[in-house]
């Protein structure tokens, strides 16, 4: 197993609500990099320095995928647990932009 695996993936959405599963650091990593610059606050650059540590060794990656998933509940990103349709619908009803 690598050494930046998550236990556990942090199920997200992106782009126009697509489901995706993170399973390591570096995917997570990836992921942040792509984050609009302007959208950048300290949670961002938490779990982005969480996540490049744990590609290193430096810290478990357990505790930066703590961190990227608090990064992505903030940021409504989070996919709740269970059907991803439901979660997705779930999403759509909490922006009130979305009709």
């Known amino acids: 197993m690598r050494p930046d695996m998550f236990k556990k993936p942090v199920h997200i959405l992106v782009g126009l609500g697509f489901p995706l599963e993170v ?3 570096a995917e997570a990593y990836k992921q ?3 984050w609009p610059t302007l959208a950048k606050d300290a949670s961002y650059k938490i779990a982005l320095n969480a ?5 290193k060794g430096d810290i478990e990656a357990e505790t930066a995928r703590g961190l990227y998933a608090a990064f992505a509940e903030k940021h409504d ?14 999403q759509r009803d909490r922006d009130g932009h979305i009709r």
């Open 77 to 90: 990103l989070l996919l709740p647990s269970g059907d991803p349709l439901i979660a997705m619908r779930q």
């Open 23 to 25: 399973q390591t650091a």
């Open 32 to 34: 942040l990099l792509e």
């Open 51 to 55: 996540c490049r540590a744990a590609m």
